[in-house]
């Protein structure tokens, strides 16, 4: 999923690890379509079943793995 960010950077980013979890609220994210239903509400990262990913630890976790693109200055 290419995630876009206020800041103008943007990272591909992958659901594997979260999905791996195998919980009651990460579980219907491993159904492609249920996954493909991902909206932004708050600021946040949402899927219609409550479940929410902060953008800002987002941001922080691509940054921090080095997957986030930097707009040039």
């Known amino acids: 999923m290419l995630l876009s960010f206020s ?3 943007h990272a591909t980013w992958s659901a ?3 999905i791996a979890r195998d ?3 990460t579980r219907p994210l491993a ?3 249920y996954f493909a239903r991902a909206f932004i509400e708050g600021g946040a990262l949402a ?5 929410e990913l ?4 987002l941001h922080r976790r691509l940054a921090a793995s ?3 693109v930097r ?3």
Not at 47 to 51: A, I, Q, T, V
Not at 54 to 57: F, K, N
């Open 7 to 9: 800041d103008g950077s």
């Open 47 to 51: 899927w219609p079943n409550g479940f």
């Open 23 to 25: 919980t009651v609220m």
């Open 66 to 68: 080095g997957a986030l």
């Open 54 to 57: 902060s953008a800002d630890a």
């Open 31 to 33: 159904d492609a379509a």
């Open 71 to 73: 707009p040039a200055a």
């Open 16 to 18: 594997a690890e979260l």
